[in-house]
């Protein structure tokens, strides 16, 4: 049987020589061990932001939302900032895995599967703050359209706020169900592994029953396919939706039609910063430099400085517009009042963490570099948060009377709920790192055969040795002809 190998100038995917065991060893071993001290204290500093985040909504829902420094014109302050943010930051996973699952770019089988798990986690966070932005939590229910006995009172279908709802549910169900159906394999071998009886049953329950049959293959294939269909547009919708919470005002600095392709760029920048951020942590700790390779690295990178440029090239938009469409309050509000007025600061902020810093990884060896994208990866998150507070606060603190103009400053409680936010965020990614495969044990095993470094190499020598035989054959093949020749001369002497 041949098999179909790659290129041997395409760089492995996996290092080191590995065989299909050892790739189940490396994966599967750090979550049958106890974690280490660092796994503890991290984990405890997420309880204890997550215990902080709940104190502080608790306390915003007590005494209303009127304990936010939201003002008569700032009515969107930290809180909306940082749902659009989270949502962006759920936007790497489901790109990383539908979209480059259907144009079969082998490189996202290392990443994917704690890109997906990211993506979970992020939409869980987001979704809290258009709820608690309500004031009257109580009240979320009323958001989704269900049939009802309330009469004629049902949901506006023309707010942009009713979409996002719609939007991210949609999101988050279809990239749970993504997630899920590709942990299915990887728990039956932690299942059949257990060495205790609880361990065996629930994983035995979280695998469904899988055996690993041919029938179980094609079936987990076939879903995956439609699973990456369903999740592509949306990757592009949500987003788009989130833009037209501000697109379909008529506030100026937000009413542009360039928002929808811009936010979405801007999503997939800060995605693939958030991945970078905890995949160099989660390789170094759990020693799976051999599957979360430089290569990986230097891919999403490029993705990084692309879409960084698209951002780039928005910012230079918008200043355009300002100035050519000769609308005063258009021009004042980017000119004067987000690169020149009092909240000035955050606009250079965000100009140099988005456009300016993301222009190193043009040079290989910086993208290569993991210091540099760690770094980097911290820079351009802070850089997207700046974009939505600019973008929010920048373009409601100076209206059109000058009588209720204002300065923004964020109180504890909203502080307090983006803090914990982020302790969710990492509780939940700490469990994940410890009870579930980090790396996808089958995908991995999919690409070992045609990118694994061993069996590069393997092939490498193999051509070479097949090379080697066929001239050596030929040789062989020359003398023997010479031989037989000089015989025949020889017979026809005597």
Same mark, same amino acid.
């Given at each position: 049987m041949h098999l179909k190998y790659e290129s041997t100038l395409r760089e492995p995917?996996?290092?080191?020589?590995?065989?299909?065991?050892?790739?189940?060893?490396?994966?599967?071993?750090?979550?049958?061990?106890?974690?280490?001290?660092?796994?503890?204290?991290?984990?405890?500093?997420?309880l204890m932001l997550l215990a902080f985040g709940a104190f502080s909504v608790t306390w915003e829902v007590y005494y209303g939302t009127g304990v936010w420094n939201l003002n008569k014109t700032i009515g969107w302050g930290w809180d909306i900032t940082n749902f659009v943010w989270w949502v962006g930051i759920g936007h790497a996973g489901t790109l990383i895995s539908a979209?480059?699952?259907?144009?079969?770019?082998?490189?996202?089988?290392?990443?994917?599967?704690?890109?997906?798990?990211?993506?979970?986690?992020?939409?869980?966070?987001?979704?809290?703050?258009?709820?608690?932005?309500?004031?009257?939590v109580w009240m979320a229910f009323f958001v989704l359209p269900y049939p009802n006995t309330r009469g004629p009172l049902w949901v506006n279908f023309n707010s942009p706020l009713l979409w996002d709802v719609f939007a991210i549910s949609t999101y988050f169900t279809v990239s749970l169900l993504f997630w899920y159906s590709g942990l299915i394999p990887d728990f039956a071998t932690v299942r059949d592994r257990a060495k205790t009886k609880l361990r065996k049953l629930l994983y035995g329950v979280a695998s469904f029953g899988w055996t690993g049959s041919t029938k179980h293959w094609q079936r987990h294939e076939a879903l995956s396919l439609v699973l990456a269909g369903l999740s592509t547009p949306l990757v592009l919708s949500v987003h788009t939706i989130v833009s037209f919470d501000f697109a379909t005002s008529v506030i100026?600095?937000?009413?542009?039609?360039?928002?929808?392709?811009?936010?979405?760029?801007?999503?997939?920048?800060?995605?693939?910063?958030?991945?970078?951020?905890?995949?160099?942590?989660?390789r170094k700790i759990l020693g799976l430099e051999d599957y979360i390779t430089l290569g990986h690295m230097e891919a999403m990178n490029k993705v990084i400085v692309l879409t960084g440029s698209v951002v780039g090239c928005a910012y230079l938009t918008e200043l355009f517009m300002a100035w050519y469409a000769?609308?005063?309050?258009?021009?004042?509000?980017?000119?004067?009042?987000?690169?020149?007025?009092?909240?000035?600061?955050?606009?250079?902020? *965000?100009? /140099?963490?988005?456009?300016?810093?993301?222009?190193? !990884?043009? $040079?290989? #060896?910086?993208?290569?570099?993991? %210091? =540099?994208?760690?770094?980097?990866?911290?820079?351009?998150?802070?850089?997207?948060?700046?974009?939505?507070?600019?973008?929010?606060?920048?373009?409601?603190?100076?209206?059109?009377?000058?009588?209720?103009?204002?300065?923004?400053?964020p109180?504890?409680?909203?502080?307090?709920?983006? *803090?914990? /936010?982020?302790?969710?965020?990492?509780?939940?990614? !700490?469990? $994940?790192? #410890?009870?579930?495969?980090?790396? %996808? =044990?089958?995908?991995?095993?999919?690409?070992?055969?045609?990118?694994?470094?061993?069996?590069?190499?393997?092939?490498?020598?193999?051509?070479?040795?097949?090379?080697?035989?066929?001239?050596?054959?030929?040789?062989?093949?020359?003398?023997?002809?010479?031989?037989?020749?000089?015989?025949?001369?020889?017979?026809?002497?005597?």
């Open positions: 995917l996996v290092d080191g020589v590995k065989d299909y065991h050892q790739v189940t060893e490396d994966i599967i071993s750090p979550i049958e061990a106890k974690p280490g001290k660092l796994w503890y204290v991290g984990f405890f500093i997420s979209i480059l699952l259907l144009f079969r770019q082998g490189w996202r089988t290392g990443v994917n599967r704690a890109a997906e798990a990211m993506t979970i986690f992020a939409v869980m966070c987001a979704g809290q703050f258009p709820i608690f932005h309500m004031g009257r100026p600095g937000w009413h542009t039609t360039i928002f929808p392709p811009y936010f979405v760029a801007g999503a997939i920048f800060s995605g693939f910063a958030m991945v970078q951020t905890l995949l160099i942590i989660v000769a609308v005063p309050y258009e021009f004042d509000t980017f000119y004067k009042y987000r690169a020149a007025g009092p909240l000035g600061w955050s606009y250079w902020i *965000m100009m /140099t963490c988005n456009v300016i810093t993301p222009q190193v !990884f043009w $040079f290989s #060896k910086m993208r290569r570099n993991v %210091a =540099v994208t760690f770094v980097m990866s911290i820079i351009v998150n802070i850089g997207m948060w700046f974009e939505r507070f600019v973008i929010i606060c920048t373009s409601l603190y100076r209206d059109y009377l000058p009588s209720s103009w204002s300065y923004y400053r109180s504890w409680p909203e502080v307090g709920f983006y *803090m914990g /936010t982020f302790g969710l965020f990492f509780t939940c990614f !700490f469990l $994940f790192a #410890k009870y579930f495969p980090v790396i %996808a =044990v089958a995908e991995i095993k999919s690409v070992l055969k045609t990118s694994g470094e061993s069996f590069k190499k393997g092939m490498e020598q193999y051509e070479q040795q097949s090379a080697e035989e066929f001239e050596a054959g030929l040789h062989h093949d020359d003398d023997h002809h010479h031989d037989a020749h000089g015989a025949v001369a020889h017979a026809h002497h005597n």
